[in-house]
Nanobody, 121 residues
């Protein structure tokens, strides 16, 4: 199976920036669409951003549009989520997912363990 590992989470003040990354050792990852999801404390998992397998298509939740940027490297082995102008409402465990498409978490086959992002006010 495709194993995903997230990194880059941490504690940041409101207005600051973080970059979270998703990597996979399997080359198959380069052929898959990738999404970022997050789960705030006490809430359900929600869609954040999507990038197609070739990087040509991206999609964002309205609340992060203009602040977050999803990208993947030329080899398609890494997917990053650059998060700027962070708000306390962005506090969540961020998950990388692959093998699905679009905004529905149910379509994704592979998931990472998550990385904690905490934004202080």
């Amino acid at each position: 199976q495709v194993q995903l590992v997230e990194s880059g989470g941490g504690l940041v003040q409101a207005g600051g920036s973080l970059r979270v990354s998703c990597v996979a050792s399997e080359r198959t990852f380069s052929l898959l669409h990738v999404g970022w999801f997050r789960q705030p404390p006490g809430k359900e998992r929600e869609f954040v951003a999507f990038i197609s397998r070739n990087g040509g298509t991206t999609d964002y939740e309205d609340s992060v549009k203009g602040r977050f940027t999803i990208s993947r490297n030329s080899a398609k082995t890494m997917v990053d989520l650059q998060m700027n102008s962070l708000k306390p409402e962005d506090t969540a465990v961020y998950y990388c997912a692959a093998g699905g498409a679009g905004r529905s978490a149910d379509t994704y086959r592979y998931w990472g363990q998550g990385t904690q992002v905490t934004v202080s006010s």
